[in-house]
């Protein structure tokens, strides 16, 4: 499988993140909508198969990777002073970190908070749609999120040619990605064919790019990450049926590092049994890359 880097224009603010697991589900409906039932039916198959050919990461801002969660340190010393506290207040916010440190093929950029997205609190009205006019007492607030640049990066890992890798990242987007689409929200191009990339370490500790679940059969140890809980929502033809949520996981996020003495290109896998249709499935793994 190769490793690809590819880079997207945020045209639009967006109202949900750039996750992996996301990402992939939009994915998935762009073979539903261009390659039919039988198509999204062969891809889920082959996914599930424990020897997936697609497997993405999060988004981050071009040139940089998310920091690695780092090892618990123990204080050594009290009375810091006010540069080495300063210091380290700093290097707790950072966010993302130079991705040519790891991967080769990626200009060297700094690592500063530029790409962060900002949360922007925008106003509505309510409509009576019987009366077409505005509800008293209907105004509510609505949370956007502005990125600091418009260029982000995806990786994918892939057993498809890099021209399949471009289709299918551009059937993902063209209806919009995430909440709020059909009002504007989430407008995504593609700018760049995939560019193949390597990691620039082999050791045996590595860093998750994107959310994943740790299998009871794992071979991975040491692991430390941060959490967050998934309470999916169902898109396409699957957003107006009865029940539109999946079953509430739990994910590690990008950032996540642990050793693995096998050598590995992804780590987690599909979720089946997620709501009460069969075919409903989700995207619980993602690229790794060695660190160390």
């Not at 994107?210 to 959490?227: A, H, M, Q, W, Y």
């Amino acid at each position: 499988m190769t490793l690809y880097r590819i880079t997207l224009r945020l045209c639009s603010p967006l109202a949900t993140p750039l996750k992996g697991d996301t990402i992939w589900g939009h994915i998935a409906w762009g073979i539903a909508n261009h390659e039919g039932d039988e198509g999204i039916g062969e891809f889920l198959s082959r996914e599930k198969s424990g020897d997936p050919s697609l497997v993405v990461s999060s988004a981050f801002p071009t040139g940089m990777l998310c920091r690695p969660i780092p090892e618990p340190q123990e204080r050594t010393k009290s009375g810091l002073s006010a540069e080495e506290y300063a210091k380290i207040k700093l290097n707790k916010k950072l966010k993302y970190l130079a991705a040519a440190d790891y991967v080769s093929g990626v200009a060297e950029m700094s690592g500063d908070e530029a790409g962060s997205f900002k949360a922007v609190p925008v106003l509505h009205n309510t409509i009576d749609r019987s009366s077409n006019a505005v509800l008293e007492g209907g105004l509510y607030m609505v949370q956007e999120e502005w990125a600091g640049t418009a260029d982000w990066d995806i990786y994918v890992l892939s057993s498809d040619p890099a021209e399949r890798v471009q289709e299918l990242c551009e059937w993902a987007f063209e209806n919009g990605y995430g909440a709020d689409a059909s009002t504007g929200k989430g407008k995504i191009l593609v700018k760049n064919s995939p560019e193949p990339v390597e990691a620039r370490k082999t050791g045996s500790v590595y860093m998750a790019l994107g959310p994943f679940v740790k299998e009871s059969n794992t071979i991975i140890t040491d692991l430390r990450g941060d959490i967050f809980i998934r309470s999916g929502r169902l898109g396409g033809d699957f957003a107006s049926i009865v029940v539109p949520y999946k079953k509430t996981v739990l994910l590690y996020d990008a950032g996540a590092v642990f050793t693995s003495e096998k050598r590995l290109g992804y780590v987690g896998k599909i979720l089946p049994n997620v709501h009460m249709d069969p075919r409903i499935c989700q995207s619980a793994f993602t690229p790794v890359i060695p660190i160390a």
